[in-house]
């Protein structure tokens, strides 16, 4: 089981099993037991785990669902829930749902979805690296000032009034 904690300050624990699969499944549309297949020449099939990474609210339904017991004793709707979702309480929920689709499939397909999580992570180190570098330096400052002078250059840059 892995937690996360929402805007609210609440602490949320992601326990899939069976049954919170199917509730999944059921009331957000989702099927986690398809987050990976292996084809039969070995291509790996995820792109389940890409949409939840790049729909926030399609990750948000599927973790209400898999949240809904304790939603319900909080008295929590999917609305509040929804409500104390953003910025980095996503991060973490996003992180303890790809821990908990890996932790509850058996080998081999465990130790591909752990590869592949592991590479995902790393390349958002990468990228995070990378703006860490452009924010150190003024290069990201040069740029910004270089699209305002362009933008307020164009509209000065027509001819003298007549008059």
């Known amino acids: 089981m892995h937690t996360f904690t929402d805007n609210a300050g609440r602490v949320w624990t992601a326990n899939l099993n069976v049954a919170t699969l199917k509730r999944v499944r059921a009331l957000a549309g989702v099927d986690l037991a398809s987050a990976i297949s292996v084809e039969r020449d070995g291509k790996v099939e995820a792109s389940l785990l890409e949409r939840l990474a790049s729909d926030p609210a399609l990750l948000v339904d599927a973790l209400y669902a898999l949240c809904k017991d304790e939603a319900d004793k909080l008295k929590v709707t999917d609305e509040d829930f929804g409500r104390a979702m953003a910025g980095d309480a996503i991060l973490g929920a996003t992180d303890a749902l790809l821990d908990e689709i890996v932790d509850f499939f058996p ?57």
């Open 107 to 163: 080998n081999p397909k465990r130790a591909i979805l752990q590869r592949l999580v592991a590479a995902a992570r790393r390349a958002e180190m990468a990228a995070k690296a990378a703006l860490d570098k452009a924010l150190s330096t003024d290069e990201l400052d040069r740029a910004a000032d270089s699209l305002l002078a362009a933008s307020t250059g164009s509209s000065t840059n027509s001819p003298a009034s007549a008059g």
